[in-house]
């Protein structure tokens, strides 16, 4: 056995990949990477993703409980009452309402009887904790998911007073 033999450890035997391997390991790692990739951006849209919900969806229990979503409507004439800088009203959609509490400045163009779109989260007791409040920009204007919730709220309303029944007594006509 030579002297500089005894020496030389397992690290300096050179080692020699296939081409077939080589190709193998660089798609395991392109693969690892992109899965990492995508995870990443999933999480990040995940978390920044806001839902849109009516206060008749929020009365059925179909908004989430304890993440942001956004709740829109018109805001119920006479229900807006302001302690400083936290401020309340209410958001209809013509079927249902839902309180929300905010604090912050509002925007100018809010008002009582026109739209408006609030971010935030409902509380334990049935209240909505806006941190966000966005206001209709002119006349004309309401958000397009406002506007076809009154619509949906509004359709519904008047379909369910045509379906109405009334309990009349048996053999008389209504």
Known sequence: ????????????????MKP???????????????????????????????????????????????????VGGLVTAGSLKRDGTTVHFVVTDTVKSIPVTYTGILPDLFKEGKGVVAQGTLEGDGSFHASEVLAKHDENYMPPEAGDALRRAEDAKRKAEKTLVVNTPAGSRP
């Open 1 to 16: 056995m030579r002297a500089g033999a005894a020496q030389r450890g397992l690290c300096d035997v050179p080692i020699t």
């Open 20 to 70: 077939r391997h080589k190709r193998f390991a660089f798609v395991a790692v392109a693969l690892v990477g992109v899965g990492l990739i995508a995870t990443l951006v999933l999480n990040a849209f995940r978390s920044n993703l806001v839902f849109f919900f009516t206060p008749t969806q929020i009365a059925s229990n179909e908004a989430p409980k304890g993440r942001p979503f956004r």
